[in-house]
Every structure is written in C-alpha cells, then in structure tokens.
C-alpha cells in the first residue's frame, strides 16, 4: 500500500499558495477567498483549518473548514468544506484519513459537534458521520444533505 503524507496546513504552511490554487482547481471558487481562509487558519485568527494529503509533493486529497459552507442553517458550524481527492487515488481511505484528522483536531480544541453538506449518501457513514437534516443551499434550487460529526 503506498504511502501518503497527511498534515494540517499550518505543519507546512509553504503549501498556502499550492494549496489554495488546487482547491480552486477543484471547486471554481476563486483562489483569494481560499487563501483569505487559510490565513485566517495561519495567524491564528480561526481554529478552522485546512487539510491535505500529499504524494510526494503533489496534493492529492484535502479539504477545509469554514463557518458556514454556503446554505441556509447559519446555526450549524463550523462545516467541513471542500472535501476532495484526485480520482486516480479515490478508493484507497484518503478522504477518510482527512476526516478523522478534521474531527480530532477540532475535537481536541474543543469544536464539536461538526456539519457538512453533501449529495453523497452512504460515504460519510463510513467515518462516523450521521445524516442531520435537509438544508438549503445558496442559490440551489434543491435541498441538500446535512451530515454531523458528535
């Protein structure tokens, strides 16, 4: 089984501009809105942090965690956020390593419970995540699924 590197942003904080480029890649959320999180994460200002897995030097997982990830339950934060793996590597527990890391850590500093907006059905649950509630989404014409992390 190959081997992969999993860390919190701020243990290799050189990856800011790398990482932020390659959430955009992903999502189409402009690059500066990532960045101004992840310095947020960086200067300490937000405990919401960012996450990847790398191949070498090569990001292929990661994912965020912001206030809200854009639906109506202001009320249910912090959410996981752009939850991501390369295709060629899905299949092999790298998302799910990234969410056992995102729990832990905010566990650890206190944050708990988590949410996180999705269309998957049955993925979550895998990892200890249970389905919430329906939610709606910015501008989404349909609700989307809300999971919680206890």
Same mark, same amino acid.
């Given at each position: 089984?190959?081997?992969?590197?999993?860390?919190?942003?701020?243990?290799?904080?050189?990856?800011?501009?790398?990482?932020?480029?390659?959430?955009?890649?992903?999502?189409?959320?402009?690059?500066?809105?990532?960045?101004?999180?992840?310095?947020?994460?960086?200067?300490?200002?937000?405990?919401?942090?960012?996450?990847?897995?790398?191949? #070498?030097?090569? !990001?292929? &997982?990661?994912?965020?965690?912001?206030?809200? /990830?854009?639906?109506?339950? +202001?009320?249910?934060? =912090?959410?996981?956020?752009?939850?991501?793996?390369?295709?060629?590597?899905? #299949?092999?527990? !790298?998302? &799910?390593?990234?969410?056992?890391?995102?729990? /832990?850590?905010?566990?650890? +500093?206190?944050?708990? =419970?988590?949410?996180?907006?999705?269309?998957?059905?049955?993925?979550?649950?895998?990892?200890?995540?249970?389905?919430?509630?329906?939610?709606?989404?910015?501008?989404?014409?349909?609700?989307?699924?809300?999971?919680?992390?206890?």
């Amino acid at each position: 089984m190959k081997k992969y590197t999993y860390m919190a942003l701020r243990d290799r904080t050189e990856l800011k501009d790398q990482a932020a480029e390659w959430f955009h890649s992903k999502w189409g959320v402009p690059k500066e809105a990532y960045l101004e999180c992840m310095e947020a994460y960086l200067d300490g200002t937000t405990e919401y942090g960012w996450y990847l897995c790398l191949d #070498g030097n090569k !990001i292929v &997982g990661g994912m965020g965690v912001i206030e809200n /990830d854009f639906h109506d339950r +202001k009320d249910l934060s =912090p959410n996981v956020c752009a939850v991501y793996t390369e295709e060629e590597y899905r #299949g092999q527990g !790298i998302a &799910g390593h990234l969410l056992d890391m995102v729990v /832990d850590d905010l566990k650890s +500093k206190g944050i708990t =419970p988590v949410y996180l907006v999705t269309d998957h059905t049955g993925f979550y649950e895998r990892y200890g995540w249970d389905f919430l509630c329906m939610v709606q989404g910015d501008g989404e014409p349909d609700m989307t699924r809300m999971y919680i992390h206890r």
